[in-house]
């Protein structure tokens, strides 16, 4: 993907001054090994430092990674490891850190070769509380080499996203459509996470599509419009139109990005985009998301800033979709009950929105006309938004919110998109999330989040859990979808 940081992790060997050096680095060497020969050395690198109870090897090690160009770190307790100057280092890193630590190789090696980091790991989070240093700790952080690899390739997307954001502009246009409240909220966490955002209004959007009329890369973008669409290219004669959009986009990022690295884009379709552009954007948008710059509609910020993370921790394409509507009862009996008996009605709903879904997530596609928008105006000027169900498979609903007293918040939930025809229009899905009535309940509506959720392709509720840890949302307002037998706070025990 496009529009993404590469991580290089520097992993940083430690050890206590009353025990061996060499447990500690002949352990570390192990751990390089071990990732190279299970996931190959792009993104780590091993620092010769090893820090023995002493702040200049602590300023060596951080010189050494820096100069190496190392953009997270690892601090590998390869024994109990000096409490202090590990964690100043971790402090002093500009970058997301993690702590590892080693578990003991064999009960006939336990005179010398015990290393006491089990021991250790306590002393560290000690120290770190101790210095308001953020670091991830993995569930359980105690390993042999090819444990603590696994644990460092598990912080490769973490550390992804984190650097992400704090090289991150969010690029909006338009205020909110009107009775869209829900889309509002506050900015001041974007700037709390590290992101910038760049507000515009709707006619310096216009202003600039304008100027593009006649753009010579026009006819390119086309043809590669075409290609992508092929039969399900339904609005030809409108092409040409979004193609001068979406070079639009793409010029105002790269001259509107500044020394900021990752863009994302909240965007606006309505209730004036369509009369005065003459189509609406969803299509564009989708291929902006394919490319890794999210966009999301109805100017969504936190829709658009969710999008962008999930983008980071997927890698993948992703979407933002409506939390729609329910499955009928009839269309849930005779089409999913007898295939999935796991899922009740309830556990069902549609995810929808009208075309802004990458045309690879689709199962099959068409660009035409938006239905709804063209119930009250012309359709010539509701052209441009591509249509399909979206492709079965195991998804994350998830997103990171401001609430309106500026309180960060955010929900995960895995499930799966069904390989039911949907019947309807837009780009749209029937999702099945365990107890997912009971999630709608107590942590969306509960929780006064929008009606936007994003989806990433996969279960990734693990490493965005981490991530929205890392970034500051307190645990207790991460929500999930609750087994059943495990009440919501605000859930009727007698219900």
């Known amino acids: 993907m496009t529009n993404s940081p590469v991580a290089k992790i520097g992993i940083v060997a430690v050890s206590r001054d009353c025990f061996p050096e060499s447990l500690s680095v002949n352990r570390r060497k192990a751990l390089v090994e071990a990732y190279t020969k299970k996931f190959g050395a792009d993104d780590i690198y091993e620092c010769p430092v090893c820090i023995v109870e002493s702040e200049i090897h602590m300023v060596q090690a951080l010189e050494d990674i820096k100069k190496a160009g190392c953009n997270a770190l690892c601090v590998y307790l390869g024994n109990f490891g000096p409490e202090i100057s590990e964690t100043l ?50 569930e359980y952080p105690v390993g042999n080499a090819e444990d603590c690899a696994d644990m460092i390739n598990e912080f490769v997307p973490i550390a992804k996203a984190v650097i992400a954001l704090n090289s991150l502009k ?31 209004s709707e006619l310096d959007l216009f202003e600039a599509f304008n100027k593009h009329e006649g753009d010579k890369r026009i006819p390119d973008v086309v043809a590669d419009m075409e290609k992508e669409l092929g039969a399900g290219n339904k609005k030809p004669e409108i092409l040409s139109k979004l193609a001068q959009y979406e ?33 609406v954007p969803c299509y564009v948008n989708s291929r902006l998301t394919a490319k890794g710059i999210p966009v999301s509609c109805e100017v969504d910020i936190y829709g658009a800033l969710s999008e962008f993370i999930g983008t980071i921790v997927s890698n993948d394409a992703v979407t933002l979709l409506d ?29 929808f929105h009208c075309g802004n879904t990458a045309s690879s997530k689709l199962s099959f596609c068409e660009m035409k006309y938006q239905k709804i928008m063209a119930r009250s105006l012309p359709i010539e000027v509701t052209n441009g938004t591509l249509e399909g169900d979206i492709i079965p498979g195991d998804i994350t609903f998830f997103r990171l919110q401001s609430t309106a007293d500026t309180k960060l918040r955010a929900y995960i939930a895995h499930g799966e998109v ?33 009606h936007h959720g994003a989806v990433a392709f996969g279960h990734f509720g693990k490493t965005l859990y981490e991530v929205f840890k890392y970034i500051g949302v307190e ?21």
């Open 89 to 138: 280092l971790a402090k002093h890193f500009d970058g997301p850190v993690m702590f590892c630590a080693a578990a003991e190789e064999s009960g006939d090696n336990l005179l010398d070769g015990r290393g006491d980091a089990y021991c250790g790991m306590l002393n560290a989070s000690y120290n770190l509380k101790l210095r308001n240093v953020k670091a991830y700790i993995p």
């Open 170 to 200: 969010i690029i909006s246009f338009g205020p909110r459509p009107l009775n869209f409240l829900a889309c509002n909220a506050p900015i001041k966490q974007l700037y709390n996470l590290g992101v910038e955002i760049e507000e515009n």
């Open 247 to 279: 070079l639009t986009l793409l010029d105002w990022i790269e001259a509107h990005k500044g020394y900021r690295e990752y863009v994302a884009i909240a965007g606006k379709c309505w209730p004036a985009f369509q009369t005065q552009f003459g189509f």
């Open 323 to 351: 939390i729609n509507n329910s499955v009928p009862a009839d269309m849930f009996a005779s089409d999913i009950a007898p295939k999935y008996p796991q899922y009740t009605l309830k556990d069902t709903f549609m995810g």
């Open 418 to 450: 069904l390989p039911v025809a949907t019947r309807s229009f837009g780009a749209i899905g029937i999702f099945a999330i365990p107890e997912m009535g009971r999630f709608y309940r107590h942590v969306l509506i509960e929780g006064n989040y929008p």
């Open 475 to 495: 645990v207790e307002e991460i929500g999930f979808n609750q087994p059943k037998g495990m009440l919501y706070k605000t859930e009727n025990p007698f219900a």
